[in-house]
């Protein structure tokens, strides 16, 4: 049987090889500071990655023109999970490991979101989830990681709000008779129910009348439409996204579905929005992104500057990540330290000032979860601002439902 | 399952009328599409997995044109011609060089071909998807026919498909070249012997498949979300067009895409958790009792 040996020269190319490195290699270690950021970069819902990328890339110049944190200038690592969730718990512990990333930003929707969380679990670091929804990542205390925080809207938080705006605007409009049209898979399904179950609280007469379920990127809905049309419920509620919702709205004009009932969705982004080249005046919807809510000139400066830089919308997505950053700056700086414990206790309770709080704050709450975003309801129109009449949802509303849901859920 | 709101439907010529026009809409574009890969089939059998490809080119094609011209006449018709041409060059560059080797290497051309758009497409047009919007003349409110809703838009989608599917069925009986067509479809050598330019016949036939195609993307395009890969759920759908109506006849996939743009229809209201199901279940009753298709005839 032959062995490999390694021979004098490999040993010898090696080593010079890895002796011109290592300075190299030492050197940016102990000057340049690496974020490790993940997410999905290809494929259909690129635009979560992309958009969470170009925030962070903005985030980076102004903090490095700051004088970076703890006088090192930061420089992000961007990774590609596809979306899958073996993958982003491979990356995100590739980036910690091999690739010296000192802090995290997971950039990841929830499936990836959910892996990420244990490996965090394991390896200490501190990251910060930027776009996971999911409530349960920080509300269930089994799942909650000490170094890993949330700063993003949360499941439960838009769903309160959101039930609680239809109940009210249901009653004043004297509806009562709803269909609802939502995606057919966990989220559709799931997220429709919550509304649901709240907005039957806050108003208990309303009736169901016909539920539709398209598949995920069903390119033809005329069926679903004409459906609907034929239950003739006065109000119908979409949690349809991105292309889907284009579609819907381009195929819902075509049966003037938008004049015969009143439609609410929560899902209504930039990127929805400035696509559909007929938008419907009058669609009750959510802010996800918008730079008139909060009005005020931080938020409008950074939504034109973003325009201007990438000559597109900024998402949703953009202004978690934004946060995010936002967060660390302050915390490494109150810390003093990199360490996930030290950066831990002092996210853990701390209120900053942003922008894009309703009230010009966002507190990160004792459950590694942000409070105080911008939530709001307002109504489409078909050119910019695309959403006006914004009504700021009620904060203390929200937390105190929550607490009850949670009860519920026996997390506390 | 839902049978009490079946029967209702049925009951009222309101939803009878709104659910029919619903199922000849998603049918027709359905057959648009499944006529070239049919006709493809049927001539030169070709199994043209890359035919979802022409349809998304054709939606993309439209959407540019309609942007740089403003018109959707024109939108329409480049992306026919465009996809027409890109038929023949499919056919030329690539699929002639496989005819009579093994299907999986006709497979891997298509396959390779798929995939190569989805990433032409997002170089091109960008990863995110796209809405082309309605163009002006049928920003206009629906009509209203015994209490049911048909969109006027859609009501000359399926006229000007009804007017291919007639203008192709006549061309492919009486025509000359129908005729030649027909008769490569049985016997390609016997059709070469007597003197056909059967390189210039597949080509040709290509092209026509191609701008179906084409055709069916641009007009679905101002109602449907324009995305990179957007091909393959149409691609699926118009395999089992083919295979209920039998592989090779434009009337059996005429046929079969009504039927299955009818049960999608009525589907939804009867079986709402099982639409998509029930185009399965057609396929495989119409298999079981016509192993052929609908109008299938046995390959010697």
Redesign the interface.
Known sequence: MRTRKIGRRTLLATGTAGMLAAPWVAGAQAKTLRIGMQSIL???I??LG?SSRNALQMEAERINAAGGFLGRPIEFVYRDSKGQPQEAARVARELVNSTGCELLIDAEASSGSFAVQEVVRDLGVACIHTNSETSSLTADPKIRVPTAFRVARQGVHDAIAGSTYLAKFATDKKISKWATCSPDYAYGRDTTAQYLEFFKRAKPDIEVVT???P?L????L??????L??AKPQALFTLLY???L??FV??G????LFSQMTVASPNFDY?VLT????LPTGIQSATRYLETFPDNPGNKAWGEAYRKKFNEYPTNWSWQNTVAMQFYEAAVKKANSLDGKALAAALTGMKINTPFGVDGTITMRDDHTTINYAIGWGQTVPKPPYITDVKPADWGRIVELETEWKKEQHYI | MDLDALGN?FASS??VV??T???L??GM?LFLVAAGLTLIFGVLKIVNFAHGTFYMLGGYVAFSTLALTDSYTLAVVAAAAAMALFGVLFERLLIARVYGSNVLMQLLICYAVVLIFDDVVKIVWG????????PPA??V??LFIAGG?V?P??AVLIGISAVIAIVLGLGLALTRIGKTVRAAAQNPSMVSALGVNTTLLFALVFAVGGALAGLAGAL?A????L????GF??LIESFIVTVIGGMGSIAGALVAALVIGLL??F???GF??F??GLTYVAMILILVTRPHGLFGREVA
């Open positions: 290809s494929g259909p690129a635009l992309t539920q539709a379920w598949k990127g069903q390119a033809d005329t069926e679903v439409i004409t459906k049309i034929q991105a292309g889907d284009s579609a381009n195929q004009n075509v049966y003037a990127p696509a559909i080249k007929n | 439907c309101a939803c709104t659910q026009t619903s199922g809409i998603v574009l990863p995110d998807f796209h809405a082309m919007g309605m049928f920003q409110a629906p809703v969109p838009f859609y679905a101002p109602v449907r979300s995305s990179p890969g957007m759920s149409i999608r229809g589907g939804t209201i709402p958790m639409t998509d």
